[in-house]
């Protein structure tokens, strides 16, 4: 039994696999193919045009401030014009500022416009998961939401790798603008056949519950769990390409560094859900979080670049199987009317943890490369035990 479940007088979904749930997943992969061209792009194409390892470091810094301070927003608006809107506009402006990098040829002008991405990308994942969590049946929500990751790293899988190969080949340029067009005509496609379920209606926000009640003992362990999992995307961004790179990766391995992650990710997500469904939430998110605790550890030895590729397989696994575990965890407790709200909330509690992963990313780098994800890898490991000794750990763990 879900503590939140939604009121007995709405149609609950039967059937994971509907048309809305296929149309939405088409979407998120879409999304990030698009996104994935630049991903291994931005930190090499802002050194080759002067920028600072400390200045690359300020352009995950600001993205993810600008994310941090605008998806509560994002699930406010979600909740009150429609998320479908919110993510149909949000791709198309991200789009645009995808195109932006072509004339820019100053780092300061580069972390500007990180900043107006954190914007975009702030009203792409969190209205994606809301409807996810709407159309999905209760008894599911781990692995609906399992899906929505693997939509994502299906997308990585894909972007990262086609986008080097662009750039090795005829330039940054075109790899800029295909990432471009390949949003905008996602948005197109969202706007033209994804149709929101009813209870997403800003009707059925005004029967929603008080917003306190967004910030119950389960949800807030929540947060907390996201801020840890959303650690990496803030290092990612900030060292990963320069990290391995510094290794002696050529541009073609960083990017299939991010596809073997994505691989991974994409093939575990779904099947660790649907685990945590039947079987609980507390032990996989265990396993996953010392098992890419382990990897990051190992990071931060001078590696060759093929062992760091091969290891990027075993961090996939690790972060979607922690992942899976936290999403279903979330979706259990989120109020009925809320869904923008409390997966912005969630966000943003994320991008917390990125922004500051970030920042230190940047700074440690200057030390030593592997620095940072030696302190990841630490972090990993430290809270399995915090999970097994502090009280919150009853409405995970039982």
Excluded: K
């Amino acid at each position: 039994m879900h503590p939140m479940s939604r009121h007995e007088d709405e149609a609950l979904p039967t059937s994971l696999y509907t048309l809305p749930a296929i149309v939405l997943l088409a979407a998120v992969v879409l999304s990030f193919v698009g996104v994935g061209f630049v991903m291994p792009l931005r930190a090499l194409y802002a050194r080759d045009i002067g920028a600072s390892s400390v200045e690359v470091g300020l352009m995950a810094t600001a993205f993810l401030l600008a994310s941090f301070v605008v998806t509560p927003v994002m699930g406010w608006l979600a909740d009150h014009i429609g998320p479908r809107t919110v993510l149909g506009l949000s791709l198309l402006t991200y789009a645009g500022l995808l195109a932006a990098y072509v004339p820019i040829t100053s780092p300061g002008a580069l972390i500007a416009l990180r900043a107006l991405e954190g914007v975009s990308a702030a009203g792409v994942l969190t209205p994606a998961r809301a409807l996810m969590n709407t159309v999905a049946p209760p008894e599911r929500y781990g692995e609906a939401l399992g899906l929505v990751s693997t939509a994502r790293y299906v997308g990585i899988l894909a972007g990262p790798a086609v986008g080097s190969l662009l750039a090795s080949s005829v330039g940054y340029t075109p790899a800029f603008l295909a990432a471009s067009g390949v949003l905008t005509l996602t948005a197109l496609a969202v706007f033209l056949f994804l149709r929101p379920p009813t209870d997403m209606t800003p009707h059925a926000v005004s029967r929603a519950p008080a917003f306190s009640r967004g910030f119950t003992a389960p949800l807030a362990l929540a947060y907390g769990l996201a801020v840890v999992l959303a650690w990496p995307q803030g290092v990612t961004p900030a060292i990963w390409s320069l990290y391995m790179q510094d290794r002696g990766a050529s541009l073609l391995l960083i990017g299939l560094s991010y596809t073997a992650f994505a691989l991974a990710a994409s093939a575990l997500a779904p099947v660790a859900g649907r685990l945590s469904d039947r079987y609980g939430r507390c032990q996989p998110l265990l396993a996953g979080l010392v098992l890419a605790g382990v990897v990051y550890c190992v990071y931060g030895l001078r590696l060759p670049p093929g062992w760091i590729l091969a290891l990027t397989l075993v961090e996939g696994a690790g972060l979607a199987v922690a992942r899976a575990a936290t999403d279903g965890f979330l979706a259990d407790h989120v109020p009925q009317g809320l869904q923008g709200r409390i997966h912005a909330l969630f966000s943003a509690a994320g991008t917390a943890g990125s922004l500051v992963a970030a920042i230190d990313s940047g700074v440690l780098y200057a030390v030593e490369p592997g620095r940072p994800l030696l302190v990841m890898g630490v972090l990993y490991l430290l809270v399995p035990v915090a999970l097994l000794i502090v009280p919150a750990r009853r409405h995970l763990c039982g």
